[in-house]
């Protein structure tokens, strides 16, 4: 974790602790960095629907072209899509502009590598001691050197006919809801389901700058599910700002989260000899349920940190083909380099519509064990993790839950925070013990 960088990029609330000046200075930056040898870099950019997109926008414009690059611009568009442009257009890097799920008053930078995937933490080191004047100024293009920005729509354009290529039947007939959390995907997703023939109905796609992740998308899915109870609708997909995470809701309008579609999905790429390594990715955070279905069926997983950045990192070490968080991000490296919701929802179709069951039923062997997690502000993180009172506590818990339930103790990245967990048979088994361990952390001291 970096000053700046964390996991999904420079996050911050806008022009309070992520401001154009920062912003200015990655474009500076990366302008130079990928301008070394050669007459100008070729870098493009994307922004979701928040007010302060343009604001960012026009501050790394500044910066790369100053440095040289030249800027070329998506406009409104998904994290995916420009990871995919990225890889397929032959840019040197990507930036995209967004706080994905965030509220509008948030934004942030994030830095896509020449192959798509997230850039690495060297080169956001070596931004950050520039952001913080612990290099040299770098110089200025002149002349003929300075770089130019020019309009790149042409790129959203092709990633959505990439999208419409992917599945391998229609959707006629099909009803279909969409919440875009007016977001980036408000101008992509009914494009791309319409063209394949569902009948789509859609909410929450008529941003305004200030209203994205508002009460809707993936973050608040009660409007998806009200819609498709109200409309009796085949299925529903919830996006976040930038459109790379998804949660369906199946007909009946229950919640199917990243775990039930890592299972669905993976079921289906084993079924049809697609899985690689039978294999699945997840993360610390994925529900017990979810490994003891893949358990019962065969299918075989690894853990990582929270994080999609490291389930890719595992994905692409050890050559597996499909991994995700809870959350809703999920990666088919197939397709994509990063999680992309809009394409997770166009896998998901496929597997409904070739298997001809409902996404109820395709859920149905996964039991979900009721989860519980509560923050508690401490004065030192490693202090717990290192306090014997505390581990002996979390090491009984364990012993008592056994094969029934798990205990995930976890320092926050970017707080003050330790982040404790309880997976158990019921709600109040859960309760217990994570009061239980929060009370001997406590006791010991460790409370700020």
Known sequence: MGKYFGTDGFRGEANINLTVEHAYKVGRYLGWYFGQGKDHARIVIGKDTRRSSYMFEYSLVAGLTASGANAYLMHVTTTPSVAYITRTDDFDCGIMISASHNPYYDNGIKIIDNKGHKMSSEVEELIEKYIDGETEELPLATKDNIGAASDYSVGRNRYIGYLMSIPTRAFKNVKVGLDCANGASSNIAKAVFDALGAKTYVINSDPDGLNINTNCGSTHIEGLQALVKENELDIGFAFDGDADRCLAVDENGQVVDGDLILYICGKYLRDHNELANDTIVTTVMSNLGLYKACDKIGIKYEKTAVGDKYVNENMVNNGHVLGGEQS?????????TTGDGILTSLKIMETVIESKLSLSTLASPVTIYPQLLKN??????????????????????????????????RES???PVI????????DDLCSKYVDEIIKVIKDQGHLK
């Open 328 to 336: 809703g991000h999920i990666i088919f490296s197939k397709h994509a």
């Open 376 to 409: 508690v502000k401490v004065k030192s993180k490693p202090a717990v993790k290192e306090d014997k009172v505390v581990q002996d506590k979390i090491k009984e818990v364990e012993s008592i839950l056994g094969d029934e339930g798990r205990v995930l103790v």
């Open 413 to 415: 990245g970017t707080e």
């Open 419 to 426: 982040r404790v967990m309880v997976e158990a048979s019921t």
